[in-house]
């Protein structure tokens, strides 16, 4: 079982920037499929980015495309999310997810991601 911690989240102006991380511990280094999730207040839980770790591909969420980058570092086991020009409606709790995946497979969806980490809270004023 993978642990995952996130850590980063806070308060910030519109307009901001901020970096969350994801920190995997456990079998961390076989999981292949790293992402970022969020839930607003009284919203549903939206899925902001993926990187493949195996290869590096990254997918975004429309909302946040041009704005947040999803990075790995070098030994996979941790994985960040970089937010630029953040808007009060990025406030949310941000969730890592992660799985191990066969090669070629898309990640799962959100429902089926096996490992979460609790979350941490990003708070965007105007």
């Known amino acids: 079982q993978v642990q995952l911690v996130e850590s980063g989240g806070g308060s910030v102006q519109a307009g901001g920037s901020l970096r969350l991380t994801c920190a995997a511990s456990?079998?961390?280094?076989?999981?292949?499929?790293m992402a970022w999730f969020r839930q607003p207040p009284g919203g549903e839980r939206e899925g902001v980015a993926i990187?493949?770790?195996?290869?590096?591909?990254?997918y975004y969420s429309d909302s946040v495309k041009g704005r947040f980058t999803i990075t790995e570092d070098s030994a996979k086991t941790t994985v960040y999310l970089q937010m630029s020009d953040v808007k009060p409606e990025d406030t949310a709790m941000y969730y890592c997810?992660?799985?191990?995946?066969?090669?070629?497979?898309?990640?799962?969806?959100?429902?089926?991601?096996?490992?979460w980490g609790q979350g941490t809270q990003l708070t965007v004023s105007s």
């Open positions: 997810a992660a799985d191990s995946i066969p090669v070629g497979r898309a990640c799962p969806a959100a429902s089926e991601f096996p490992s």
């Open positions: 456990g079998y961390g280094d076989s999981s292949n499929c």
């Open positions: 990187i493949y770790t195996d290869g590096g591909a990254t």
